[in-house]
């Protein structure tokens, strides 16, 4: 069992800068690939960033070159930097762990993952 607490999110205004936390407990945290989503109102949830234990990460189009994704194992801890944040990134984050699925692509759906945390909210105000 995996257990995920988000931290970081708040108010910033547009180009500014977050770094959102997900923290995990669990001894086998290290082992699962833990991916970012985001969700605005009215909106599905949708794939921001994933990094797997060692090496392998993606991002969305719409993050590439502005967010990083990273990971310390020795604290079962990922990173979300944001960095020139747009209005249009306003949501409320979500990080989540332990992507269950096989196919292509299959780590961007909300679907394949087993774990989640309860999100923080990030605002990006014009």
């Known amino acids: 069992q995996v257990q995920l607490v988000e931290s970081g999110g708040g108010l910033v205004q547009a180009g500014g800068s977050l770094r959102l936390s997900c923290a995990a407990s669990g001894r086998t945290f290290s082992s699962y690939a833990v991916g970012w989503f985001r969700q605005a109102p009215g909106k599905e949830r949708e794939f921001v960033a994933v990094k797997w234990s060692v090496g392998t990460r993606y991002y969305a189009d719409s993050v590439k070159d502005r967010f990083t994704i990273s990971r310390d194992n020795a604290k079962n801890t990922v990173y979300l930097q944001m960095n020139t944040l747009k209005p249009e990134d306003t949501a409320v984050y979500y990080c989540?762990?332990?992507?269950?699925?096989?196919?292509?692509?299959?780590?961007?759906?909300?679907?394949?993952?087993?774990?989640w945390g309860q999100g923080t909210q990030v605002t990006v105000s014009s």
């Open positions: 989540a762990a332990d992507p269950r699925c096989s196919g292509s692509g299959c780590y961007a759906l909300p679907t394949s993952y087993v774990y």
